[in-house]
């Protein structure tokens, strides 16, 4: 298979839809980012690494740092954790408050926002410098020390993510934060302003498709079964209350970010990265969706 | 690998489990299946097969049965079926009416009961002679003619399934049902009370592992992209409000019913069946979800 | 106060809002009243009474029923009653199921469709002929003994009624209705289609503004404290999810129907009843509403 | 009638019960409180007031400060207040955040936390020096300059109070707050800080008994009708989710608080305060419910 040929045809195919997503406004500096951009990479555990248009540009990753904090978490906490965040699809949006009620704090997974709040809770629990450390290991993954935080877009957060912060007090109020709210809040506002490029992401993730060594560097960042529990998360719970589609259409487990961004991981192959700031009514990637449907599609692999 | 002495081992290892769960009690008939039943079968699409306990054994296969309904509807209404019955987890217990009001009728996917009830209707839209031809086509699927429902169980059904009754009619006031409500019961009814041992279920759903042949007969019975479909669902919706510690743990897509019985696929490799009665609290067979995780931890072979 | 004339300015100041409520539609008999008809009357304890309008023409009685029955209820089953219902106001639609599903098959009050279904079931228990002795009771209160069923209304609720059927099958599944649920169904749709003037329902609650005493007959339908209990029941449960909005402007306890119908109380003065077959968004009578306000504005006397 | 008799047969009756609640705990200040402490008082329009117990002991008032504030808004804003929060019943616990999700941000009433979030909003928009405001209207309805906050209540609040908190940032991110979450939330625990006996809640009340006139200074604080819509907003949401038990037992508008107050409202007559801490499961004093309940039975006076 010609991948570099089916990646062009692909940016070309999705390009009429790089108009009709929203691109996400409730933080200023992600409303100016262009909405006609795209980007995609695939890099396989061979080796091999394809791209096609923005593959090259940094984006707000956001909820794409929820894969990097669950690592560090089932690394520190081992089977602790689930005792503190489940590992069912919530079928509800990412930030909703109910269903946190009904379970009386415990939130359905590490990948929505109540979630990964307490994985970020867990992570301050065992390390001084967690906020850092956590970008640091990024930067490992993929061998670029200038990763870094957007601080704007972090500050940003801060002044106007309202509904996070009231996630934030809702699980202190269970007693499911150990560190006081606002301190949790700062890492994890900090986690999502990352800036990366698809090129970059491909690499940070694609342990997860080679069962759990870092092609970059060698190193074991997680046990062959840990990376089948990581993936599996992805599956069921990556892309907010569309999960079901997303796994009918791509059939690849991935986790999205409001900035646009979505990685998939396909196990023993290849991690994909995508690139498209405008998204869909569930706050996935609209083009991006596209483009990794058209690729499982186009190429006949998928999980499934 | 040795498949046979695998499946010896899970089953010493389950054995402890056999009393721990919960035999289905709501229909006299399932209440009085002996909890220490325990079979199981691997059956590759190489056309090997390996099976132990009590493989041979039918059991009412119930929830199991609607892998066969939404296989007929996909076939029979196309992308129409989805303007009815949605694609996502629902993230509630199967026979929870609560997101149906709040959703206006549509069901969230076809393996949840109302789901299953809608995807029925559609078959009872399309042919005279619905309840049979479903029986039919799995009897043809495993080439066994003697397959056939188990008239006490669907009986008891009719009358004591006071909350699938319920169901029915609260579609029906959405008009998402075309078809009296009783009357869909009565086919839903019939089909769940299908008998089947673990060896006819493996040989039914192994086109799921084939890119849509079935094996036995060389008959297409979806394309390799309806296939790809048809597992997403099972991944994501498959297994009750458990889809997510189901994946984790087993990592394969799968559909269990209240009989105790439950199917998984690994694509392009083999279907699998176990069957022990007692049940986890989620309705999944207690032993059997174990069997599926061993399995797949043995052979280190899952979708992830 | 000269009450006859405030009646006369209440029907001029709604008669513009006559064409603005919606026809119940979802039963053809109910359907095809005219929405210009408007009546009232209001019946003191001290004997007088004063009507305008469509006073004397027979309506659909519907929810209004529900008074009767639980008053019947309370008689035969005590506070044993209170196990199986509840007395809160549910603060969603009277036909929802929600609720019940949370609060396992135990309705929030006598006054929402769930929690009559209970009360008719109550009654199912303790008597041979409860449809019949339902009408019966009413006919003495008022003494016409032509008040009877309109069978072609509890027909049409038969036919069309799936929402209250779900709910019927939905409470026989958490156990809480003793008999068949359509046995159930059909005495409730029978009482439902009960029709009444405003003259006769004024009559016929006329003993909750007096201790419990029936007026025309001197029997002591219910001691004082049950009044007391029925006429907060009204006020807190008796407006389906307006009841907080109704309790502002109207400040009376009151039982509303679909048919268009308002029964209210004043207790030691009086009772009212009006219809006007034009429904708000809340089911309730919208000229009716507005009527009852007015009146309680006018005159300066409600419970407040 | 005796009504002083009637007071000290109520004392005696419920004794046993005041070891039977439990004292709020979440806030220490108040978890100190003696849990035998009752006090309690009826104050007639007319001039007459009846006390016993430790009616002259001074508790925080929190939840029944909602009364002050909201009649403070509804003179501020005017029926625009209506446009921000609902006049409905609940149905929920006084605390939820899940009917808030659904609604998007708009509270059913003003007499849940959510709803006097909003209340104390619209008051800073309105007035610089809110807090103190709030304070001296009460000081002045009961003549007693020394009425003040618990500064230490007010503070554990604000150190321990992570639902309000969460509640105001969920507020704020719907935009139904305009003032920072920070800012009204220690305006709302002044409020609910402010410490006062029965006898002065009881005057301080007064004018809703009263038409809208405090009898102490002959001040009209507001105007009849709006006396009847407060009235019914205390009657059908005044007392967390148990309002319609409470109606149906004690027949009164009334507003209780978690420090072990409730308040109640004979129009025309009366007011009473009862105050013991011990609470029952939705948060009302248990005793100070029996309590008002023995006094409407034995004197045969409710609004119903």
């Not at 990479?41 to 394809?50: I, K, P, W």
């Not at 309202?162 to 700062?186: G, I, T």
């Not at 079964?225 to 791509?250: E, M, W």
């Not at 609209?286 to 449907?293: H, M, N, Y």
């Given at each position: 298979m010609d991948i570099q040929q089916i990646l062009e045809?692909i940016q070309?195919?999705?390009?009429?839809?790089?108009?009709?997503?929203?691109?996400?406004?409730?933080?200023?500096?992600?409303?100016?980012?262009?909405?006609?951009?795209?980007g995609m990479v695939v890099r396989t555990?061979?080796g091999a690494s394809y791209a096609v248009g923005?593959a090259?540009?940094?984006?707000?990753?956001?909820?794409?740092?929820?894969?990097?904090?669950?690592?560090?978490?089932?690394?520190?906490?081992?089977?602790?954790?689930?005792?503190?965040?489940?590992?069912?699809?919530?079928?509800?949006?990412?930030?909703?408050?109910?269903?946190?009620?009904?379970?009386?704090?415990?939130?359905?997974?590490?990948?929505?926002?109540?979630?990964?709040?307490?994985?970020?809770?867990?992570?301050?629990?065992?390390?001084?410098?967690?906020?850092?450390?956590?970008?640091?290991?990024?930067?490992?993954?993929?061998?670029?020390?200038?990763?870094?935080?957007?601080?704007?877009?972090?500050?940003?957060?801060?002044?106007?993510?309202?509904?996070?912060?009231?996630?934030?007090?809702?699980?202190?109020?269970?007693?499911?934060?150990?560190?006081?709210?606002?301190?949790?809040?700062?890492?994890?506002?900090?986690?999502?302003?990352?800036?990366?490029?698809c090129l970059?992401?491909c690499?940070?993730?694609?342990?997860?498709?080679?069962?759990?060594?870092?092609?970059?560097?060698?190193?074991?960042?997680?046990?062959?079964?840990?990376?089948?529990?990581?993936?599996?998360?992805?599956?069921?719970?990556?892309?907010?209350?569309?999960?079901?589609?997303?796994?009918?259409?791509?059939?690849?487990?991935?986790?999205?970010?409001?900035?646009?961004?979505?990685?998939?991981?396909?196990?023993?192959?290849f991690s994909a990265c995508?690139?498209?700031?405008?998204?869909?009514?569930?706050?996935?990637?609209?083009?991006?969706?596209?483009?990794?449907?058209?690729f499982?599609?186009?190429t006949?692999?998928?999980?499934?």
């Amino acid at each position: 298979m010609d991948i570099q040929q089916i990646l062009e045809d692909i940016q070309a195919e999705v390009r009429p839809l790089l108009d009709q997503g929203r691109v996400a406004s409730y933080i200023p500096e992600l409303a100016v980012v262009p909405g006609d951009k795209f980007g995609m990479v695939v890099r396989t555990v061979d080796g091999a690494s394809y791209a096609v248009g923005d593959a090259g540009e940094r984006f707000s990753i956001q909820s794409i740092s929820k894969i990097f904090t669950l690592t560090m978490a089932m690394q520190l906490a081992g089977d602790d954790l689930w005792k503190r965040v489940g590992r069912e699809p919530s079928g509800n949006p990412f930030n909703s408050l109910v269903q946190l009620e009904y379970e009386n704090g415990k939130p359905r997974n590490p990948f929505i926002n109540a979630g990964a709040l307490v994985v970020t809770d867990v992570i301050l629990g065992h390390l001084d410098n967690a906020t850092e450390t956590v970008r640091d290991i990024v930067r490992g993954l993929c061998d670029k020390d200038d990763i870094d935080f957007d601080l704007a877009v972090a500050g940003s957060e801060q002044a106007t993510g309202h509904r996070n912060k009231a996630m934030a007090y809702f699980l202190k109020s269970f007693n499911n934060l150990d560190n006081q709210p606002e301190r949790v809040l700062d890492a994890y506002f900090h986690h999502c302003s990352l800036a990366m490029t698809c090129l970059e992401l491909c690499e940070a993730v694609l342990f997860l498709a080679n069962n759990g060594v870092a092609p970059l560097s060698g190193d074991l960042v997680m046990t062959g079964n840990q990376v089948k529990y990581v993936n599996s998360l992805l599956l069921t719970c990556g892309t907010y209350d569309a999960v079901g589609d997303f796994a009918y259409r791509v059939g690849l487990p991935a986790k999205s970010g409001v900035g646009g961004g979505i990685v998939a991981i396909m196990p023993g192959q290849f991690s994909a990265c995508v690139w498209s700031p405008g998204l869909d009514a569930s706050g996935n990637s609209l083009a991006g969706s596209k483009a990794l449907e058209l690729f499982t599609t186009k190429t006949g692999v998928s999980v499934f």
